[in-house]
T-cell receptor, first 113, second 114 residues
Framework: DTEVTQTPKHLVMGMTNKKSLKCEQHMGHRAMYWYKQKAKKPPELMFVYSYEKLSINESVPSRFSPECPNSSLLNLHLHALQPEDSALYLC????????????FGDGTRLSIL | KQEVTQIPAALSVPEGENLVLNCSFTDSAIYNLQWFRQDPGKGLTSLLLIQSSQREQTSGRLNASLDKSSGRSTLYIAASQPGDSATYLCAVENYGGATNKLIFGTGTLLAVQP
């Protein structure tokens, strides 16, 4: 069991749908991350939130919209995705945004039809 | 731009063998290096974190070393078990502006045969 919980575990959506991925941690961590991982590839950083403020956006297309409503929650809103966006989306958290181990959730497997 | 490479890409060993996984990085200005394991369809589990000022870290049967000046790290697994089968990823933490970020290596797929 992981201490970072991601829902849903699997999501299938059409290119015109709007959906959201959710991530929750109750470890008191103040930094949270979204990663995208394609099959047989390493995770690639998408966004970093530090103290509920967006601090890194790795030039991610606007069809991905992150939101950090409070220090325990991180959402990723999806709209008008493309088939190439199909991937495992991983959330992570750490105590701070510098020099701290990151704790990962089990991810959401996203398939775009 | 930081590049992280892992060798070998895949490794198959019989149970009980000691083994070494390698990680190399191009920019030595790192804060730390972390080793993770990933089981199929799962997230990443943190194994060891070595600060840039440290040379090695140990946890149980795992020992990780870091030579920052040469841009290399190794993960040593003693007395391997079938439960060690997974993909092992190293990652370096680099300065990212407002916040640091992890750059992951290409991974080593390990299979331990019973």
């Amino acid at each position: 069991d992981t201490e970072v919980t991601q829902t849903p575990k699997h999501l299938v959506m059409g290119m015109t749908n709007k959906k959201s991925l959710k991530c929750e941690q109750h470890m008191g961590h103040r930094a949270m991350y979204w990663y995208k991982q394609k099959a047989k590839k390493p995770p690639e950083l998408m966004f970093v939130y530090s103290y509920e403020k967006l601090s890194i956006n790795e030039s991610v297309p606007s069809r991905f919209s992150p939101e950090c409503p409070n220090s325990s929650l991180l959402n990723l809103h999806l709209h008008a995705l493309q088939p190439e966006d199909s991937a495992l989306y991983l959330c992570a958290s750490s105590q701070g945004a510098v020099n701290q181990p990151q704790h990962f959730g089990d991810g959401t497997r996203l398939s775009i039809l | 731009k930081q590049e992280v490479t892992q060798i070998p890409a895949a490794l198959s060993v019989p149970e009980g063998e000691n083994l070494v996984l390698n990680c190399s990085f191009t920019d030595s200005a790192i804060y730390n290096l972390q080793w993770f394991r990933q089981d199929p369809g799962k997230g990443l589990t943190s194994l060891l974190l070595i600060q840039s000022s440290q040379r090695e870290q140990t946890s149980g049967r795992l020992n990780a070393s870091l030579d920052k000046s040469s841009g290399r790290s190794t993960l040593y697994i003693a007395a391997s078990q079938p439960g060690d089968s997974a993909t092992y990823l190293c990652a370096v933490e680099n300065y990212g502006g407002a916040t640091n970020k992890l750059i992951f290596g290409t991974g080593t797929l390990l299979a331990v045969q019973p």
